[in-house]
């Protein structure tokens, strides 16, 4: 069993759609938990960063950790075409990340 | 301030070839990081370094090797390369081991 699952997708929404990305988990030691975005051909960058349970919300996106199933999700109000993307969950042991496979999201006009 | 910075964006190399990648960062980051991204197979680590003169293995070494002799440069070397290397190689950096680590645009190498 790998540490962190994530579905691969792809995942195809039209505009203005609800997102659920998912990801879960083996390890309860985990602590701190993210989601990078990365564009074609481009490196990750941090969308969302949380610390044990609970939610979080920037703007349109809202990040949700459930320790006790050991499953996190990354929400995506009204989605834009720009919201296209590779999603990766994250999750830290120690000083090292942890990643998922990513979710290959494309948001239709 | 460039962030992280990676050359060369992508190269070819033949079996059995060497070649480093280089990674440079100009935010004063004490933690530096190599990744390799296969396709569908997310990020693996394959080296990091908490300061100049520091490096440790991390998930998928084997082939590979790293040196940090300053605090902004952590370049990642391949000795022999083989096809099981070609990847998007990709350097991070962080302040320390809870903060956000960055990451460079990455290096596609293909070993034919």
């Known amino acids: 069993q790998k540490e962190v699952e994530q579905d691969p997708g792809p995942l195809s929404v039209p505009e203005g759609a609800i997102v659920s990305l998912n990801c879960t988990y083996s390890?309860?030691?985990?602590?701190?938990f993210m989601w990078y975005r990365q564009y074609s051909r481009k490196g990750p960058e941090l969308l969302m960063y949380t610390y044990s349970s609970g939610n979080k919300e920037d703007g349109r996106f809202t990040a949700q950790v459930d320790k006790s199933s050991k499953y996190i999700s990354l929400f995506i109000r009204d989605s834009q075409p720009s919201d296209s993307a590779t999603y990766l969950c994250a999750m830290k042991e120690g000083g090292k990340l942890i990643f998922g496979q990513g979710t290959e999201l494309s948001v239709k006009p | 301030n460039a962030g992280v910075t990676q050359t060369p964006k992508f190269r070819i190399l033949k079996i059995g070839q060497s070649m480093t990648l280089q990674c440079a960062q100009d935010?004063?980051?004490?933690?530096m990081y190599w990744y390799r991204q296969d396709p569908g197979m997310g990020l693996k680590l394959i080296y990091y370094?908490?300061?100049?003169?520091?490096?440790d293995k991390g998930e998928v070494p084997n082939g590979y090797n790293v040196s940090r002799s300053t605090t902004e440069d952590f370049p990642l070397r391949l000795e022999l390369a083989a096809p099981s290397q070609t990847s998007v190689y990709f350097c991070?950096?962080?302040?320390?081991?809870?903060?956000?680590?960055?990451f460079g645009p990455g290096t596609r190498l293909t070993v034919l």
């Open positions: 991070a950096s962080s302040y320390s081991s809870v903060d956000t680590q960055y």
């Open positions: 935010m004063n980051h004490n933690y």
């Open positions: 390890n309860s030691a985990f602590q701190y």
């Open positions: 370094s908490v300061g100049a003169g520091i490096t």
